[in-house]
């Protein structure tokens, strides 16, 4: 099999892995190498001066040693199979690199034989690219479970990020739909990653070769076991505190195998919900939001018709409308329609004079959504209240009017006879 088929067939079963974003790395290239690793990111992107930024994305391998019954790539699987040579992906690398196809490699792979042979051919790629190709584009490589502490440290030296996807959140539907794998076996790697990175960003100069500079990243698969959001946002959240995740991605669960074990080959979950699963994610990450917040024992699942925030606000109407000349900066950011910046142009705007609605469409306010939640000189007092079941419906997305091709008719039209 020559290198375009092997190509053809590995890019397509890389496709389904979404944590690829290289946001968080700035690598100094050395004298006479090749790439730049821009901290704007990577993967289809777009950096702070336009640019589309792209990588090359492919397994080195998709011929799997398990059997896991959410993955194309499974053992059991009659599909066309193929693995890279190291020496093939690195000039594949290379080439698309001389072309200006790409500025970077995001590289997984099945598990070939045994993941400490996996994990090897992988190292070998990112050293050879690093220090004789003198390559200093990005790199993601993943960390494969199971593998040696050398090796996965390794990596971590020669790639700017590196990932291992937790897959299914919770333990017990893992071991059902995954019976090699586990939680714990998945979780080694991680922490590993997170105390080297930690001991090397204490122990090392600026100076010195930075470790993992971009950081970790995962993913999970939602909708394959029934879990809620709940359970999903839980696990998000240990890992931004313990693992110090850079970024954790969701995937809609997408029916590729027929297995009793999984949701029928019809059955898929809304993509609205892995929207919403990235605005509750947002919330954690920027808006100071705790997931018990987003979600509860009364709520385990998000609301698919509004987005967290605006839900979050009409269940406790007790803290709303707030004053916006008063309201602290945290209370501002958990008001439908007001970001981070905006909130910080209010915070700072306020101080030389009252803030009016003109104003706050000028600093970015999205006022069909906040003028419910606050009230400001122009309020009238008897508005100075919220009503959950008033508000709702008019925040709720309003329905796409029906569209006709007038080119193409559904139907054709009986003429009336001449004369």
């Not at 080195?60 to 093939?88: G, H, M, Q, V």
């Not at 605006?310 to 950011?333: C, G």
Request: contains cysteine.
């Amino acid at each position: 099999m020559d290198v375009q088929e092997k190509l053809k067939i590995l890019a397509a079963a890389a496709k389904y892995d979404v944590s690829c974003s290289s946001s968080g790395s700035k690598r100094q290239v050395p004298q006479g190498g090749l790439g730049s690793a821009c901290s704007a990111g990577i993967c289809h992107t777009w950096s702070s001066d336009g640019r589309c930024i792209s990588l090359l994305k492919v397994l080195l391998s998709n011929a799997c040693k398990y059997d896991c019954a959410y993955c194309i790539n499974r053992r059991s699987n009659d599909i066309p199979r193929a693995t890279f040579t190291p020496k093939e992906l690195i000039e594949l690398t290379l080439e698309f690199y001389r072309r200006n196809y790409i500025e970077g490699l995001f590289l997984s792979s099945a598990v070939v034989g045994s993941p400490d042979r996996t994990m090897e051919m992988l190292v070998q790629i990112a050293k050879e690219l690093r220090t004789i190709h003198k390559f200093g584009g990005y790199i993601h490589l993943k960390a494969i479970p199971g593998a040696s502490s050398e090796l996965l440290y390794q990596a971590g030296l020669y790639a700017d990020r590196s990932s291992v996807n937790i897959e299914i959140p919770t333990d017990r539907a893992l071991q059902y739909l995954a019976p090699e794998k586990n939680h714990a076996s998945i979780y080694k790697p991680m922490n590993f990653l997170a105390e080297r990175k930690l001991e090397y960003k204490t122990e090392h100069s600026r100076y010195s070769p930075r470790f993992l500079p971009a950081g970790q990243s995962t993913q999970m698969i939602v909708g394959a076991a029934g879990e809620t959001d709940l359970q999903i946002l839980t696990l998000s959240n240990g890992f931004y505190k313990q693992q110090q995740m850079k970024r954790v991605y969701f995937s809609g669960y997408v029916p590729l195998n027929a297995d009793k074990r999984l949701p029928a080959l019809t059955t898929k979950p809304p993509l609205v919900r892995e929207h919403r699963l990235y605005q509750a994610d947002w919330l954690m990450r920027f808006y100071k939001f705790g997931y018990d917040e987003i979600v509860d024992s009364a709520h385990p699942n998000l609301d698919l018709e509004l987005d967290p925030k605006v839900a979050w606000a009409l269940r406790h109407p007790e803290f709303f409308p707030i004053d916006i000349q008063t309201a602290d900066y945290e209370m501002l950011l958990r008001v439908p329609g007001i970001g981070v910046k905006s909130a910080q142009l209010i915070v700072s705007g306020r101080r030389f004079s009252k803030i009016r609605l003109e104003q706050m469409k000028k600093m970015g306010v999205v006022l069909k959504r906040a003028q419910y939640f606050i009230y400001h000189p122009d309020t009238p007092a008897s508005l100075r209240r919220l009503y959950p079941e008033m508000v709702r419906p008019l925040l709720l997305p309003k329905p796409k009017p029906l569209q006709l091709d007038l080119f193409q008719p559904t139907e054709t039209l009986a003429l009336p006879a001449a004369g």
